[in-house]
């Protein structure tokens, strides 16, 4: 019997925030204005919420993940499951289609 083992299965790219903002808003046809906020200011201001606000809109620990490094090794799964991941903005045009939003550009 093999030694049974755990695999990541990430989708097939990772992105900022803020590419993920513009590749939706791609999608959709969309013009955003994104203002950028260093994460140390945006950090202090989720934990001033956290305090003032029973139930909190966001978490501090929400925007300390936004510097997690989001590439995960794959392989292992391509070679177990035949795993292939699908590019961010694939899968986002297909979800966005699925939800009943038209789909102006890919």
Request: contains cysteine; glycine residues 8%.
């Amino acid at each position: 019997m093999s030694e049974a083992r755990s695999s990541c299965v990430p989708g097939g790219s990772a992105h900022s925030l803020r590419e993920i903002v513009d590749i939706i808003a791609g999608i959709l046809g969309k013009r955003v204005l994104t203002v950028p906020v260093p994460l140390g200011l945006a950090e202090a201001a989720v934990g001033l919420q956290e305090k003032l606000l029973s139930h909190p809109v966001i978490r501090r620990e929400q925007i300390q993940r936004l510097r997690e490094d989001k590439q995960y090794e794959y392989s292992p799964a391509a070679d177990d499951l035949g795993y292939s991941p699908m590019q961010f903005n694939d899968g986002a045009a297909k979800l966005i289609r699925a939800m009943g939003f038209e789909v102006r550009r890919k």
